[in-house]
């Protein structure tokens, strides 16, 4: 029990922390609303402990004996971030009876935890961290992976929540917009730190 105390601590203060995912589904809220952002956030707290078991049940070896696969993931998750910072900072809300983007429905979300430099770490951090290869595997990769989908819920929904907040403070097209740009700068920040060589 006390180890599952310390896994939700790790997810909490990873899961609750700015990042990409929770900077888009915060813009999110702001731009579609609650009910369009739902099956994002679904996407990142489902998507996630996917990966978590995933990562926890092989492919980690895979990146032990090619680590240029890893190096590949990684330079494709820095190019797909910048891609969704320009779309972000481009789109705008129905405030003003128009709309020029979608939210990411769940398979998008889902599938934007492989592309992802801080899920990677966060995956890659817990496995090597509160595994121990002398027990069973399975059970253990499987209950880091429970604990991040209890954690991610909460955590996805909080930022959700900031948006949906936000929403009501920006009152015209060009408020919308100047948070948009801020918000893809700050996406376009998170990503700096994972472009830097290991």
Known sequence: MELVFTIALFAFSAGITPGPNN?????????????????????????????VVAIGLGLSAV??????????????????LLYLSWRIANS???????????P??????????????KGWIMAVGAIATFTDISHA??????????????????????????????????????QQRIF???MALLLVLSIIQMALPD
């Open 180 to 182: 948009n740009i801020s």
């Open 63 to 80: 990146f032990q004996a090619y680590p240029m696969t890893h190096q590949v993931i990684k330079v494709a998750g820095i190019i797909y």
């Open 23 to 51: 900077i888009m589904l915060m813009t999110s809220g702001v731009n579609f609303g609650i009910k369009r952002s739902m099956p994002h956030l679904l996407g990142i707290i489902i998507g996630f402990p996917s990966m």
């Open 104 to 117: 990411f429905n769940f398979f998008q979300a889902a599938a934007f935890q492989w592309v992802n430099p």
């Open 92 to 102: 705008s809300s129905n405030l003003e009876g128009k709309q020029t983007a979608k």
């Open 137 to 174: 595997l399975i059970p253990q990769v499987l209950t880091i992976a429970v604990v991040f989908f209890m954690v991610a819920l909460p955590c996805a929904s909080i930022w959700l929540s900031f948006g949906i907040g936000l929403k009501k403070l920006l009152k015209n097209e060009r």
